[in-house]
Structures are given as structure tokens and as C-alpha cells.
T-cell receptor, first 117, second 112 residues
Framework: NAGVMQNPRHLVRRRGQEARLRCSPM?????VYWYRQLPEEGLKFMVY????????ESGMPKERFSAEFPKEGPSILRIQQVVRGDSAAYFC???????????????FGPGTRLTVL | DQQVKQNSPSLSVQEGRISILNCDYT??????FLWYKKYPAEGPTFLIS?????DKNEDGRFTVFLNKSAKHLSLHIVPSQPGDSAVYFC???????????FGAGTILRVKS
């Protein structure tokens, strides 16, 4: 059973370009989370999605960032008009569907390291 | 607003001794706490967790202690091994919440 897959592992963009980060959750997992880790900091929650629905986007910057988890295919985190401050490691995690109020372990992918020149 | 704090950026321990990693939190609504281990260029890996209704959870060499009145938890690794050298993140979750709130991490170095 493959783990959470993220690609690309490394992405270099120039200021003003678009960055697309992909995440394929573990088999059977319908919940996807995106986190960002800036240098010397912990992971910060960005967005929580289920298939075709954004459940919680309280950690997403209001502009330039968007996320989707379509019915078919991977989850996509899209950053438009990237700036140097977007340089970070972006981690995706997935969890299985669970009972309301229960805790489901989040399994993390290896991350995408975005560098903005 | 740092709701989860790991005040020690790094810790160095001799092989075979105990490693104690600490974590403090400010939000009394947190209901579930987790420790993740992370190697360079990899994603975090779940290590151990504890519910707020407990004060201790043990799994092999790893034990997590929770002191709710002090809003403090700690991870004990006994005995420490060189392979334990990694960054350890403390994380917390609200009841009925899904997102994890992470601390900044502690770099553990176990010397042989």
C-alpha cells in the first residue's frame, strides 16, 4: 500500500510564475490536508479538503493560493504569481474517513520544496 | 499566535540514556496531542499520541506524559538510540477539529 505521494519533490519558480503542487492520498483515504513549513519553523495548517469539497481553509492566504481535491485525480495546491516569501516545504497529509469526533491519524507525504528565485 | 511551543530548539543525549522532549500549549480546548518524528527531506512520521483524558501513554521505548493543569506534555525515549536522531514535533488537535497545530520542533541528537 503506497504512502502519500507528492510531486514534484522540488520545484523552482521565478517570481510571478505559477506553482502547482500535487498530492495523491493513500488508498482509501478521502481526507487531504496541506501544511507549509517555513525555514526554522513548524508546520502550519493551510487547508483541509474532502473529495470535491473544501472543509477548512482558515490557514490559506487570502490571495494567490487555492486548493482543490477533485472527484478523480490528485489534490492540487496552486500558488499564482509566486513571491520569494512562498519559498517553503509544502506537505500533504491524508487520513481515512472516520466517525465524527474521532481522531484519525494523518499520514504525511515527503513534501514539495518550492524555491522562488 | 503560537499555541504550541517547543522551547528547546535542540537536545543532545548519549546513547542509552533518556531523552526528554518538552512541549507547552496555551489553548485549553486542545483535546488530543501527538508527537511526530521527521528526518531531513522526508515528511513527518507519527510516533505516539495521547488523549486529554489520560496522563500517560506508552509504546515501547516511547512514553508521552500529559499534565493538563500545567498545559504541558513531554516525550520520553528510553533508551535513546542513534537512529532516534531527528526533529521531533509536538502537535495538538481540537475536539471535533481536524487540523493539527504544530510546535516549532526540537532537534534531537543521540551520540554513540
Amino acid at each position: 500500500n503506497a504512502g502519500v505521494m507528492q510531486n514534484p519533490r522540488h520545484l523552482v519558480r521565478r517570481r510571478g510564475q505559477e506553482a502547482r503542487l500535487r498530492c495523491s492520498p493513500m488508498k482509501g483515504h478521502s481526507h487531504v490536508y496541506w501544511y507549509r513549513q517555513l525555514p526554522e519553523e513548524g508546520l502550519k495548517f493551510m487547508v483541509y479538503l474532502q473529495k470535491e469539497n473544501i472543509i477548512d481553509e482558515s490557514g490559506m492566504p487570502k490571495e494567490r493560493f487555492s486548493a482543490e481535491f477533485p472527484k478523480e485525480g490528485p489534490s492540487i495546491l496552486r500558488i499564482q504569481q509566486v513571491v520569494r516569501g512562498d519559498s517553503a516545504a509544502y506537505f500533504c497529509a491524508s487520513s481515512p474517513p472516520g466517525l465524527a469526533g474521532s481522531y484519525n491519524e494523518q499520514f504525511f507525504g515527503p513534501g514539495t520544496r518550492l524555491t522562488v528565485l | 499566535d503560537q499555541q504550541v511551543k517547543q522551547n528547546s530548539p535542540s537536545l543532545s543525549v548519549q546513547e542509552g540514556r533518556i531523552s526528554i522532549l518538552n512541549c507547552d500549549y496555551t489553548n485549553s480546548m486542545f483535546d488530543y496531542f501527538l508527537w511526530y518524528k521527521k528526518y531531513p527531506a522526508e515528511g513527518p512520521t507519527f510516533l505516539i499520541s495521547i488523549s486529554s483524558i489520560k496522563d500517560k501513554n506508552e509504546d515501547g521505548r516511547f512514553t508521552v506524559f500529559l499534565n493538563k493543569s500545567a498545559k504541558h506534555l513531554s516525550l520520553h525515549i528510553v533508551p535513546s538510540q542513534p537512529g532516534d536522531s531527528a526533529v521531533y514535533f509536538c502537535a495538538a488537535q481540537l475536539k471535533y477539529g481536524n487540523k493539527l497545530v504544530f510546535g516549532a520542533g526540537t532537534i534531537l541528537r543521540v551520540k554513540s
